[in-house]
């Protein structure tokens, strides 16, 4: 797909739904066939805000089968293994991840013992917001209000040691951001056990597109010794190399503790409205007191293993600005630094928002996350310029967004030279026909719609 794969809006829309419908297997909708074939959370969590606009009972039934897995204990896990034929074509598989002899694990499917960024509750209100048919579906909403708040809760009692409001994720792939250059640090701080395996996300994309053989050691070594800990948490917590207070992670969990609250509310559940408040203020505090950096003006990880902090870089380090996390000055600051040549390049050279400074030395421009952009932190960070007010900025990212997808097609991520337009053999790379891709630049066309979205500024002050 390329010569400007789709030359109008309306084109583009019907490639959106053409792809929701293409992904979808019976109770849920996977990412892409063949490299990503089972449930995946949060990228199951962002395709139902594309469901919502062609079928509201799909976009419902994406959160009815995400929680109909839920671990006894609140834990949802980054994979659900529906269909395991399915997974000739993935590894790791549920046998190599082994988290179902966990007490607390689902007995009627297999699951990974490791979570995803925690975007659910956003995701929930942003369906909620389009169902015209909410007041039938009452019981819907307040069970999977009561499933998400549990999530949240496993995450602040087991993921939280020090009670600092800033939950961990114990594995890279939890940060949703795989590859991302934030963990070159903590790889070294260990050795990996060695794996010849056999690979399969590069029987669907070109290797130089997906993380090393190398880093994949580490990945597998934090699986395999989680397992050989039965995935205890407190047993993990204790001997895992990997433990990291994340801002993307935390920025969504503070996001959907809002909306959880927002919706509760809705449902005359104010017990759960009240403690997701009391959360989301905490973890705001929490996240600006130690993970803003006001010269960088990002937010920062923490190592909590080897207590010492990791710079970040890029878009994950700007998801704060959707759950209003940063002060007007901080937030200034975060637009200032996405402005600036760092990432937008010499005169506007890049379209945002690059996953890596694209002056920096470790900056690679197709490998996953060390550079490419990718439409879900992109559709984040919008909606992030929507709550501060950054018209221009909003308006940019937007426009960014559907050029890329305009130009290359409905693609995992993208390239952000510009300079690559030009060249008649460059593409998109990654998955294609990507599931949350479509669903979430099916969102950015319909937001000009105003019958079909209600002010979120309105409904952020309402907290």
Known sequence: MHKKAFRTLPDLEKACVSTLYKNWRSKCTIPTAGLYPFQWLWDSAFSAVGWAYIDLSRARQEFQTILDCQWKNGFLAHIVYHDDDAGKSYFPGSAFQGAGANPYAPKHVATSGITQPPNLGYCLEQVFQLDHARAEHTDFYKNTISGIFRFHAYLYRDRDPKQEYLPYIRHNWESGTDNAVQWDAIWQSFEPRQYDIQRRDTEHVNDQQ?????????????????????????????????????????????????????????????????????????????????????????????????????????????????????NKRQAHLMKKTLQSAHYWGEDKAYFLCATNAVTATDYDSKRYWRGPVWIPTNWLIWKGCERYGFKSLEKQIKKDSLALVQHYGLFEYFDPAKSTLQDPDSTGYGGADFSWSAALILDMIQSDNANNTKSRLDLYQQI
């Open 210 to 326: 997906r993380p090393t053989k190398k880093d994949y050691n580490y990945y597998l070594t934090l699986i395999e010794l989680s397992k050989e800990l039965n995935f205890d948490e407190q047993q993990m917590q204790k001997t895992l190399p990997f433990l990291v207070q994340d801002p993307l992670f935390n920025a969504l969990l503070v996001a959907s503790n809002e909306s959880l609250a927002r919706l509760a509310l809705q449902f005359g559940m104010s017990d759960i409205a009240n403690t997701c408040l009391q959360w989301a203020q905490k973890t705001k505090k929490a996240m600006n007191r130690k993970l803003f950096d006001p010269i960088a003006g990002m937010y920062n990880y923490y190592d909590l293993r080897n207590e010492k902090m990791i710079k970040g870089s890029g878009a994950p380090s700007m998801v704060a600005l959707t759950a209003g996390i940063p």
